[in-house]
T-cell receptor, first 116, second 109 residues
Framework: NAGVTQTPKFQVLKTGQSMTLQCAQDMNHEYMSWYRQDPGMGLRLIHYSVGAGITDQGEVPNGYNVSRSTTEDFPLRLLSAAPSQTSVYFC???????????????FGNGTRLTVT | KNEVEQSPQNLTAQEGEFITINCSYSVGISALHWLQQHPGGGIVSLFMLSSGKKKHGRLIATINIQEKHSSLHITASHPRDSAVYICAVGRGTASKLTFGTGTRLQVTL
């Protein structure tokens, strides 16, 4: 199993450009999520999904869109990049369902995004 | 006040030392996670616990629900243990976690 695969590893955007960060998992996990990690702050939840066709906002959703058309894939879209979105982004997945919160998270290797 | 507080923020130890990293939280939780982030950036789940104690190799995690406190212990520390250790608490639905800011550990020879 490849686990959680994130692409790209690095990306530089100009202000106003759009892009999609890809995330795929091959563990048949129901729960997938996107986090951003900024210096001096803990990981913050952007969006999450508890299954195909179901998404919801996390703590810092503004400027980002997600969709979950399949169990495996959970792409994160930046609609119009801003310097404040410069960060390291992590995708994660777990078995957790709506009735079971206690499952370990499996993380991708991260995407380092710089917006100039 | 952050919901999840870790201490210390930075820790330097010599190889072989016993290490303790602390995590305190201010809300009721369903589970607490300990994660390890290596210098390359990848994040690995070490433990998930909701009561008592868990052990894996040289790592031990404990939690005291009444005191809202957890500790991560590393016995016989080694330079390869150098990493950032992150505490996260889960509550509510769908594994939404609140993360601490991490403890940066450096183990020297």
């Amino acid at each position: 199993n490849a686990g959680v695969t994130q692409t790209p590893k690095f990306q530089v955007l100009k202000t106003g450009q759009s892009m999609t960060l890809q995330c795929a998992q091959d563990m048949n996990h129901e729960y997938m999520s996107w986090y951003r990690q900024d210096p001096g702050m803990g990981l913050r939840l952007i969006h999450y999904s508890v299954g195909a066709g179901i998404t919801d906002q996390g703590e810092v959703p503004n400027g980002y869109n997600v969709s979950r058309s399949t169990t495996e894939d959970f792409p994160l879209r930046l609609l119009s990049a801003a310097p404040s979105q410069t960060s390291v982004y992590f995708c994660a997945s777990s078995y957790a369902t709506s009735g079971s919160y206690n499952s370990p998270l499996h993380f991708g290797n991260g995407t380092r995004l710089t917006v100039t | 006040k952050n919901e999840v507080e870790q201490s210390p923020q930075n820790l330097t130890a010599q190889e072989g030392e016993f290490i303790t990293i602390n995590c305190s939280y201010s809300v009721g939780i369903s589970a607490l996670h300990w994660l390890q982030q290596h210098p390359g950036g990848g994040i690995v789940s070490l433990f998930m616990l909701s009561s008592g104690k868990k052990k894996h190799g040289r790592l031990i995690a404990t939690i005291n629900i009444q005191e809202k406190h957890s500790s991560l212990h590393i016995t016989a520390s080694h330079p390869r243990d150098s990493a950032v250790y992150i505490c996260a608490v889960g509550r509510g639905t769908a594994s939404k976690l609140t993360f601490g800011t991490g403890t940066r550990l450096q183990v020297t020879l």
